[in-house]
């Protein structure tokens, strides 16, 4: 079956980085994406890695390596409105979006 | 109104109750999604509509009912629900299908079932 893996809830302080992980196992690649979704609103587009390698927006990279089947989203210089979910979604042979369940970023002051 | 918009925000219905739900696209996309959210799953595709087309049924059960009358507008109807529909149903819409493509949500509408 199909499978995307990330943490369920981490916490980092205000001003420090912080990497969020996620691993999958898909029948097929055509691209991974990160998404932030703060509670009560839609999730928005964050990054899109299809080449191995690093993609740096800002305060934001993301990391992928297809032999391994996994990402990070390394976030930097890090704001309390930064506190949200994260969602790692990978697009498989069928071009169908494959979503983790989301990781929760607590900032604390 | 720009982006994706998404009515009602919020609907409370009983199991024996028939309601719409109502999603509208501005962004010119070709694509448009419906999801279900639930607390601590992943998102669940339940739709997929490419040039108001459907592309992707994910064995979603019939109460739920998809129609896609142009490529900016997209129902989710509603009927003979049980509890554990209760869920976030939110709507998507992208440029197309192909790899690159982000997709763009609406905000949701929170649906329970009494």
């Known amino acids: 079956g199909q499978n995307i893996d990330q943490p369920t809830e981490m916490t980092a302080t205000e001003g420090a980085i912080v990497q969020i992980n996620c691993t999958y196992q898909?029948?097929?690649?055509?691209?991974l994406f990160w998404y932030q979704q703060h509670a009560g609103e839609a999730p928005t587009f964050l990054s899109y890695?299809?080449l191995d390698g690093l993609e740096e927006k800002g305060r934001f990279s993301s990391f992928l390596s297809r032999s391994k089947g996994y990402s990070y989203l390394l976030l930097k210089e890090l704001q309390m409105k930064d506190s949200a979910s994260y969602l790692c979604?990978?697009?498989?042979?069928?071009?169908?979006?494959?979503w983790g369940a989301g990781t929760k970023l607590i900032i604390k002051p | 109104e720009t982006g994706v918009t998404q009515t009602p925000r919020h609907l409370v219905m009983g199991m024996t109750n028939k309601k719409s739900l109502k999603c509208e696209q501005h962004l010119g996309h070709n694509a448009m999604y419906w999801y279900k959210q639930s607390a601590k799953k992943p998102l669940e595709l339940m739709f997929v509509y490419n040039f108001k087309e459907q592309t992707e049924n994910n064995s979603v059960p019939s109460r739920f009912s998809p129609e896609c009358p142009n490529s900016s507008h997209l129902f989710l109807h509603l009927h003979t629900l049980q509890p554990e529909d209760s869920a976030l149903y939110l709507c998507?819409?992208?440029?197309?299908?192909?790899?690159?493509?982000?997709?763009?949500f609406g905000p949701g509408t929170r649906l329970t079932v009494t």
């Open positions: 998507a819409s992208s440029q197309g299908q192909d790899s690159s493509y982000e997709q763009y």
């Open positions: 979604a990978v697009r498989d042979s069928n071009y169908q979006l494959i």
């Open positions: 890695n299809v």
């Open positions: 898909t029948s097929g690649f055509n691209g």
